[in-house]
C-alpha cells in the first residue's frame, strides 16, 4: 500500500509539472507573439503621444480653465485677383515649391536674423484649434549648444536604427543615404525646434486645453518649410526619436511642450547634393468628386 501511494504521488507531481511547463510555454509563446510582431512596426515616440482628448476635463475638472472669453467680430479684409493674376500667382508659387529639397549638406555661412525673425512670423499665422497657437520656436544659435544638441541627437539615432526603427524603415532610408551622424546639426548657423504645447495656462494658473495641438503645429511646419523656400534657405525635416524630453531639458522648456520637429537651417553647402527624387503627379494625389 505504501509503495502505491508512493509511486501515485510521484506520477502526481510529474503529471503538475507537465502541466505548468506547457502552460508556462504557451504562455510565453502567447507573450512573445506580440513582441514579434511588434519589432517588425516602426517605434513610435512615446513623448509625442497627442493629450487632445476632451475627456481630460471630466476627469480633473477643477484643474482646467473654462473659456468665457468674448471677441468681437470685424469685417474681412479680402484682396481678389483677377483669374488670369490667380494662375499666374498659383503657377509661380507650385514652381518656387516644387524646387524645395531636404538638404543635409549646410553651409556655416551666416543667415540674417531678421529673416529668421520673419519666417516665424510667417509660420505663427497658422490655424489652431481654438485659435489657442500651441507652438514655441526655439531658435539656436550658440555652437556649444548647437553641439550638446547633436551629442544628444546622436546617441538617441544610433539607438533608433540599430533598434528601434526596425529593418523595413532603415531599408526605406538607404536610399537617402542618411544614419545617425548629423553633422548638419553643428555646421547649420540656425536650429529651429519647435515644441507643441500640449495644454497652456490661464492668467489664474488653470490649465488651458489646446485642440488638436499636434495638427495645429505640424501644419505651423508646413507654413515654416515654405516660407524658408521663399526666402532661398534649405533645412531638412528631421523628427529625432526619443530625444524630446532631454532636449526640453537643455533649451530650458517647460514640462507642458513636446519636441516635434527640429530644422537645421541655412544656405546649401558648395558640395550639397540631394536624391534624385520625383513626386507624384497630380492624378496620383487628387481626387474630384
Sequence with gaps: MFLLTSVLVAVVCLLMVWIFQNADGGTQRRKGEPRARAEARPWVDEDLKDSTDVHQLEEDADDWQVSEEE???????????????????????????????????????????????????????????????????????????????????????????????GPQWVSDLKKLRTNWIKEYLDTAPVLILIFKRVHGFAANGKKKIHYYNEISVSIACGILLAALQNAGLVTVTTTPLNCGPRLRVLLNRPANEKLLILLPVGYPSEEATVPDLTRKPLDQIMVTV
Design 71 to 165: 471677441v468681437e467680430h470685424i469685417p474681412f479684409s479680402h484682396t481678389r485677383y483677377p483669374e488670369k493674376e490667380m494662375l499666374t500667382r498659383s503657377r509661380e508659387f507650385y514652381e518656387l515649391l516644387n524646387k524645395r529639397r531636404s538638404v543635409r549638406f549646410i553651409s556655416n555661412e551666416q543667415v540674417p536674423m531678421e529673416v529668421i525673425d520673419n519666417v516665424i512670423k510667417a509660420a505663427g499665422t497658422a490655424p489652431s484649434g481654438a485659435h489657442t497657437e500651441p507652438w514655441t520656436f526655439v531658435v539656436v544659435k550658440d555652437p556649444d549648444v548647437k553641439h550638446k544638441i547633436r551629442e544628444i541627437v546622436e546617441e538617441e539615432e544610433e539607438i533608433n536604427y540599430l533598434k528601434r526603427m
